[in-house]
């Protein structure tokens, strides 16, 4: 599992329901794909369990990054797979 340092800019965000919506630029080496996975708080609990999480688009291998502000990385784009 991936890790990302908490408290970053959050100046990717999605605009379709008009709230922002925090996400990770991911390139899927599996398939040469790109794809946005998204925010998910483990059941609306504290940012120490939150994560993002999503699937490559082709085969849907799937990639979980964890949030953790101690030991994560400070980049918006990653590529797995």
Same mark, same amino acid.
Request: glycine share 12%; proline share 5%; with cysteine.
């Given at each position: 599992?991936?890790?990302? @340092?908490?408290? &970053?800019?959050?100046?990717?965000?999605?605009?379709?329901? =008009?709230? %922002? !919506?925090?996400? &990770?630029?991911? &390139?899927?080496?599996?398939?040469?794909?790109? @794809? !946005?996975?998204? &925010?998910?708080? $483990?059941? =609306?609990? *504290? %940012?120490?369990?939150? %994560?993002? @999480? =999503?699937?490559?688009?082709?085969?849907?291998?799937?990639? *979980?990054?964890?949030?953790?502000?101690? $030991?994560?990385?400070?980049?918006?784009?990653?590529?797995?797979?």
């Amino acid at each position: 599992m991936l890790q990302i @340092a908490e408290g &970053l800019p959050q100046v990717m965000t999605g605009v379709q329901t =008009g709230q %922002s !919506r925090p996400f &990770l630029g991911v &390139l899927f080496r599996c398939c040469g794909v790109y @794809a !946005r996975i998204y &925010l998910r708080r $483990n059941g =609306g609990r *504290t %940012s120490d369990e939150a %994560s993002y @999480a =999503g699937r490559c688009p082709r085969c849907m291998f799937p990639v *979980t990054v964890a949030v953790d502000a101690d $030991n994560g990385v400070d980049t918006r784009f990653l590529q797995v797979g």
